[in-house]
């Protein structure tokens, strides 16, 4: 595999994060590091890589730190790769170094485990790396068993953590570390690492195929910024299993808008399905087609705006909607965190086409009068996809005041287009509150839970007030008679001392 083949052996070979390279390069040399690293960024950008660099400086039987003076040396601050130390740490196989994955070994009897251990002096070189790769599925119990450990490490042990999703690992764990971001490689950055990579192929007589630098260009722009991605694709196109042409079509835009069309503007399953199913027969990756198909939807999002590149809404979809566009990304958002753990890994991305496309074709679009929604039936019907109701009972969990103020308005239902849910509010407070960020939201989260999709709401002022049951004027009140007798109401002036009552 390229991206193993060709991972950096020594922080200059490492692109796209060079600021960062040399200052933990410099702080290693320099004797002047912290016991544990925390690295963090997106998938394919080197992280792991980093990390096995880290161990190589602190354990390169040539680097200056076998100097154990508190001088710094920067003169020779590279792993030299060559002696035992740093071999058998490109090889996998050096004994101080401990790589875990906290997906698979999450829970606090792990750490435990890990802390029992850390205590043993290296065995061979002069400190143990414990790497702990995706640490943010590490379980609560865990996390406050390893922060014990990073309270009071023992000298000869380092932690290099690292993780996709830095909110997810607790700020008392990031802040016993050196924090640095390794962010996506630029499509210059990614070009040059495919050159070295086809140059080699080339010095070691592999057939490679002539490849434009406008072809690399693609080849890295569908990577998406990930290192690893790139190399895959290129390996791919080097060996015949792709052509950089089918690879590109992969993105291209006109597809992917034929996509949106077939799933949010008129629905169509079977279509949806056959164009994913011709899309992995090419060898791409779920997550790497995902991840595109994302950036597609948030270009698409901004040109709506009118803050992007307008030529992205082309003739099919040129009537989505931002809900729409919104829903997309919801959908397909959790389909992309649902990959990493699918036995099958395209089959959430299926899922969520099935669920979207079958869920618009239940719910064509409509207007409904309000007769329609408050009248019974004579007969029961079968379940309509939209009631009050339902609407009154998804709001009430979120929040019950909402609810209220749903219920003192009324719902006339959704406008031509069925983007809008209509509701009209009798006073312009009420419209107001409704219309507030946070109330707004609540009902159209539990609009989505409904229908399955995003839909807005349109609060409108009516120009009726609604008749109080409780209005008390003169009009409304008719005359008593024959209820009190009126030897009861002689004694009732008597006690009152001949005074009107209050």
């Keep these: 595999m390229f991206y193993t083949k060709y991972r950096p052996r020594k922080f200059g070979e490492f692109l796209g994060s060079e600021t960062l390279s040399r200052a933990i390069q410099n702080s290693i040399f320099s004797k002047n590091f912290a016991h544990a690293f925390f690295l963090y960024g997106p998938r394919g950008v080197g992280k792991t890589t980093m990390a096995r660099l880290i161990a190589k400086a602190l354990n390169c039987q040539k680097s200056n730190l076998s100097n154990l003076t508190n001088t710094p040396n920067l003169t020779n601050s590279e792993p030299c790769g060559t002696c035992d130390h740093c071999i058998a740490i490109d090889n996998g196989s050096y004994i101080d170094l401990i790589e875990i994955d906290a997906a698979s070994n999450r829970g606090i ?60 690992v607790p700020e008392t764990i990031r802040s016993r570390c050196q924090q640095f971001e390794l962010k996506r490689a630029t499509v210059l950055d990614i070009v040059k690492k495919l050159k070295r990579i086809l140059d080699a192929e080339q010095k070691e007589k592999t057939p490679v195929p002539e490849l ?44 992917l808008a034929k996509f949106v069309y077939d799933i949010a503007i008129k629905p169509n399953t079977k279509v949806a399905l056959e164009y994913l199913e011709k899309t992995f027969e090419t060898g791409i ?23 992007g590149n307008d030529a992205l809404l082309i003739d099919p979809i ?38 979207l496309t079958e869920e618009l074709n239940r719910v064509p679009p409509f207007r409904v009068e309000p007769e329609s929604i408050l009248s019974a039936p004579s007969s029961p019907p079968n379940p309509p996809a939209f009631s ?34 209509v509701i009209e509010a009798f006073y312009s407070f009420h419209r107001e509150r409704l219309n507030s960020p946070t109330n707004k939201k609540i009902v159209e989260t539990a609009l989505e839970k409904i229908l399955g999709r995003a839909v807005a709401i349109k609060v409108t002022l009516s120009k009726q007030k609604p008749a109080s049951k409780e209005d008390l004027s003169d009009k409304n009140i008719e005359p008593i008679k024959g209820v009190v007798p009126p030897d009861k109401i002689k004694e009732a002036w008597e006690v009152l001392d001949g005074k009107a009552p209050l």
């Design 109 to 168: 009897d792990d750490v435990r485990s890990l802390r029992d251990k850390i205590a043993l002096s290296p065995a061979a070189g002069r400190f143990k790396v414990y790497i702990i790769d995706e640490v943010h599925m590490l379980t609560n119990e865990a996390f406050n068993a390893l922060l014990k450990t990073l309270e009071e490490p023992p000298p000869h042990a380092v932690f290099v953590l690292c993780t996709t999703e830095f909110k997810k």
């Design 212 to 255: 434009s630098d406008e072809s690399l260009k693609k080849i890295a722009k569908a990577a998406l910024g990930g290192f690893r991605d790139a190399e895959t694709m290129l390996e791919q196109v080097v060996f015949g299993q792709i052509t950089v042409d089918e690879l590109i079509a992969l993105s291209d835009t006109d597809e």
């Design 285 to 307: 990756g779920a997550e790497s087609w995902t991840d595109s198909f994302l950036e597609y939807l948030q270009s698409l999002l901004f040109a709506k705006v009118g803050a």
């Design 318 to 355: 040129k009537v989505i909607t931002l809900p729409q566009i919104s829903g997309l990304i919801k959908s397909f958002g959790e389909a992309r965190r649902q990959i990493r753990f699918a036995t099958i890994p395209f089959l959430p991305l299926e899922v969520a086409v099935v669920d």
């Design 388 to 421: 009050i109701e339902k609407l009154y009972e998804a709001v009430r969990p979120l929040n019950h005041s909402v609810e209220a103020l749903l219920r003192s308005c009324k719902i006339l239902g959704f406008d031509d287009d069925n983007e809008s849910l």
